[in-house]
């Protein structure tokens, strides 16, 4: 069963700092691999998606790397705003399967 | 503008009471999920539809009913048998299979539930 684990739990930085959330996944044979955001008592926005044969997907600021073979991604944040605390969620979509696997999330918080 | 809506934004339930909680999407989307977020517990499935008239269940379904009787729409009723129903519920829809790869989800705006 497909297991997701996000490290750390929480974050506190200092506006401007280039930042590295991580996503951890147990089985290597994904379909892609989505990161989202989520504001207090909001839904989920969805950031970036990464298929499965690619390596990396940026949007603005944002940038999601995918290593299938270590099960990992990370998403970087440049030049960090206060705009940007929030809980990063990870999803991974395994083969032969319809369902996306959520990690718990990554709690920001950039304080000016 | 293409999304989805979920109404109402706050519910609030008396014990032993039926709830329906709405979800629409006009993304043209064939999958739609619902889900159950509890604080320090992450996302929970409930139950999932990847086409019309069809559905399946999630890990949590118990306590939960669904219909997926149009394309655009797939309301889920909260019964009496679900104990503990106070929770943030998520609503999503992707494009399901194309090529092999699943596409992208997407989440409405949430409703939380309370009960009396």
């Known amino acids: 069963k497909q297991e997701v684990t996000q490290i750390p739990a929480a974050l506190s930085v200092p506006e401007g700092e280039n930042l590295v959330l991580n996503c951890s996944f147990t089985?290597?044979?994904?379909?892609?691999l989505q990161w989202f955001r989520q504001d207090p008592g909001k839904g989920l926005t969805s950031l970036l998606l990464?298929?499965?044969?690619?390596r990396e997907q940026t949007s603005g600021r944002l940038n999601a790397s995918l290593d299938k073979s270590s099960g990992r991604s990370t998403l970087y944040i440049a030049a960090s705003q206060p705009g940007d605390s929030a809980t990063y969620l990870c999803?991974?979509?395994?083969?032969?399967?319809?369902?996306?696997?959520f990690g718990r999330g990554t709690s920001l918080i950039v304080h000016p | 503008d293409g999304g989805i809506t979920q109404s109402p934004k706050y519910l609030f339930r008396k014990e032993g009471q039926n709830v329906t909680l709405s979800c629409e999407q006009n993304?043209?989307?064939?999958?739609m999920y619902w889900y159950r977020q509890d604080p320090g517990q992450g996302l929970r499935l409930i139950y999932y539809?990847?086409?019309?008239?069809?559905?399946q269940k999630g890990d949590i379904a118990e306590g939960y009913s669904v219909s997926r009787e149009k394309k655009e729409s797939f309301p889920l009723t909260v019964t009496s048998a679900q104990k503990n129903p106070t929770a943030f519920y998520l609503c999503?829809?992707?494009?399901?299979?194309?090529?092999?790869?699943?596409?992208?989800?997407?989440f409405g705006p949430g409703t939380r539930l309370t009960v009396l």
């Open positions: 999503a829809s992707s494009t399901g299979t194309s090529g092999g790869y699943y596409n992208e989800q997407f």
């Open positions: 089985d290597s044979a994904i379909y892609n």
């Open positions: 990464i298929q499965s044969s690619q």
């Open positions: 999803a991974v979509i395994s083969r032969g399967s319809y369902i996306p696997t």
């Open positions: 993304l043209n989307h064939d999958a």
């Open positions: 539809s990847q086409i019309v008239n069809d559905f």
